[in-house]
């Protein structure tokens, strides 16, 4: 049996180019490594859904907060069975978010640290408990400082009319909580333990060479 890992971080946090780089390497030391990344935009009708809800096309659901993060865990819900597959087949399942975005993004909506919403064990008993989907054996924050991740948004964006800044990214103080939200679970060891990347002033990154140890 594989081992699961996923890499969390905030949009625009580079973690599209580290599932990328982690992926050759660990391919390099002879690894077999399946990726996937969530939400499932274009393959699972939840996440489509969700998609809609933050670009404001059903209505009010996207003022809800239970809502979309349902349409979230609905997604992985639903990937479980491939997931549990790939891990089955290879070394090293890495996905490019997972859980911990789900209960991050909806504590940050709901107040961030500061307010004891519950939200994130509200997420833990959907996914987790009732839903059942794998849980991480290895959780990677890329915390890239939340303003190169907002410059980084912004300008994919620009330079991509398919991926305009959609609710969650548009708001800057939502990011800010959002990625003090990641923190806090990391420090807290939240479904797993945790591996906190931090890059440099140049963006370069230093990842460690028993990282999937």
């Not at 599209?16 to 939400?39: E, K, N, Y």
């Not at 597959?85 to 789900?102: F, G």
């Not at 890329?142 to 410059?151: C, D, E, G, N, R």
């Amino acid at each position: 049996m594989g081992r699961l890992i996923v890499i969390e971080g905030l949009d625009g946090s580079g973690k599209r180019t580290l599932t990328d780089a982690l992926s050759a390497s660990w391919r390099a030391d002879g690894r077999s490594v399946a990726t996937m990344a969530f939400p499932r935009y274009g393959i699972d009708v939840h996440a489509d859904l969700v998609r809609d809800t933050l670009y404001g096309r059903l209505g009010d659901l996207a003022d809800s907060v239970y809502g979309p993060a349902l349409l979230f865990a609905l997604d992985r819900r639903a990937a479980g069975p491939e997931i549990r597959s790939l891990l089955a087949a290879n070394d090293i399942v890495l996905l490019d978010r997972y859980v911990t975005s789900n209960a991050a993004y909806g504590s940050a909506r709901l107040g961030g640290p500061d307010n004891d919403s519950g939200f994130a064990e509200w997420v833990r008993a959907l996914e987790i408990d009732r839903f059942g989907v794998p849980a991480p054996d290895l959780q990677i924050l890329l915390a890239t400082p939340v303003a190169v991740s907002a410059q980084r948004a912004r300008g994919r964006a620009a330079d991509d009319d398919s991926r305009a800044l959609d609710a969650f990214e548009a708001d800057a103080a939502l990011q800010q909580r959002t990625g003090q939200m990641y923190a806090a679970l990391a420090s807290a060891g939240y479904l797993s333990r945790w591996q906190v990347l931090t890059p440099a002033a140049d963006g370069s990154l230093s990842i460690p060479p028993d990282l999937a140890d």
